[in-house]
Every structure is written in structure tokens, then in C-alpha cells.
């Protein structure tokens, strides 16, 4: 038997009616901000080239997707092998000039009949919009995490001197309001993507800079955050 009918086997055993209590009482919604915590977790290793601990939280990340198809398959609705079956069709029709008879010879290509195959499927399900942005899913908050750890280093007057340059946190915060606010971090996020750089994990990996730096100041040393 395979690894993944293992776990398959192992968790309808946790949701069986003599199983887990906690994992017989999960919902699709109450696993929601599980799923959201365990892809930050996985980011962080890959953030910090953390192999080990990266096997683990891809695992963790694994079986969210395992108990959301354990409690499908539970109502009649749909399987694991549903999923993994849903996902290989869609990446044998995206990729024509792998298993078909297109062509793509450079990275930009590829997106580009990925988004042409992509568009026909939606046209031929009756899906194709006016929309000018296609709907995005909500994005993991690293905006949010490094916003939550100035809130904790000033509600516990942590000392952040050397750190970050509080003065100057004050005095733009001085220049913002709502909109001013909103401008600078699309221009911000524009101008990252014009250097090719991603922003969730620069925001990420300075957000844990300053948490390490703070944490040493104050005498509380975490090398590794798995």
C-alpha cells in the first residue's frame, strides 16, 4: 500500500464514529484557517531553506487537502482520486507542447498557452467574462503578520532601537491617511514587480529579521522556528 493510502486510511479512521472527537467535529469552514496556517508555516521554510522542517509543514499542508477530500467523500461529493485526477487532466491539457503536438520554447511562452488553453476551457464551459481582473483568491496576510508584530513590540514596549527606524515610522505615519496609505503599497508592490522581486516574501523575511533582532535585544534567542 502507498504512503497516501496510508494517510487516506488514517484519517477516515480519525473521522470514523469511534475516532477523534476533534477531528470528527471539523467542518470545510472551521479547517479554513488551518489551511491558511499551515501554507504561512510551509512559506517560512522555504523562506529560510529549511529542508527538514519543509518536509514537515508540506505534509501538514498535505493533509488539509486529505481531511477537505475525507469530508467530501463522506457526503457523496467528490474523493481524493477525484482531486488528483481533476489536477493531472488539467496539467496534461495546459501543457500541449509537452503531451501534445504545440509548441513553447521559452518560460514566457509556456504562460502563454497555459492562459490560451485556459481561456478556451473557460469559453467552452460558459464562464468567459467582462470582468477586467479574474477573481483572486485571498492572499496569506504578510501584511497583516508584520503589522502584528510592531502592534506586539509597542504594546510591550519591546525595545525595537537599532532595529527599526521608529522616528521614521512615526513620521510617515504622519504623512498617511487611507488612501495615501493604499497608493504607496500598490506603487510598492508595482515597483517589485517591475524588479522582479516578490513582496510577500521580502515583507515576510524583514518581519522576521526584526522579530529575531527584537527577540535577542530583549534576551530570548529563536534560531529556528519550525
Known sequence: MSAIE??????????APDGCPWDRAQTHQSLARCLID???ELLDTIDRQ???????ELGDVLIQVIFHAQLAEERGEFDFDDVAREINNKLIRRHPHVFGTGSADTPAQVIEVWEQVKAGEMAAAGKSGSAVFKHLPPRLPALMFAEEVWKQIEKKQ???AGVVDAAHVQALGRQLDGVTLGRRLFELAAAARAQGLDPESAL????????????AKAGVVTPNRP
Open 6 to 15: 496510508d494517510l487516506r486510511r488514517t484519517m477516515a479512521r480519525l473521522r
Open 38 to 40: 499551515e501554507c504561512s
Open 50 to 56: 529549511d529542508l527538514p522542517h519543509m518536509r514537515e
Open 158 to 160: 519591546l525595545s525595537a
Open 204 to 215: 515576510r523575511k524583514e518581519t522576521d529579521r526584526v522579530m529575531r533582532e527584537v527577540e
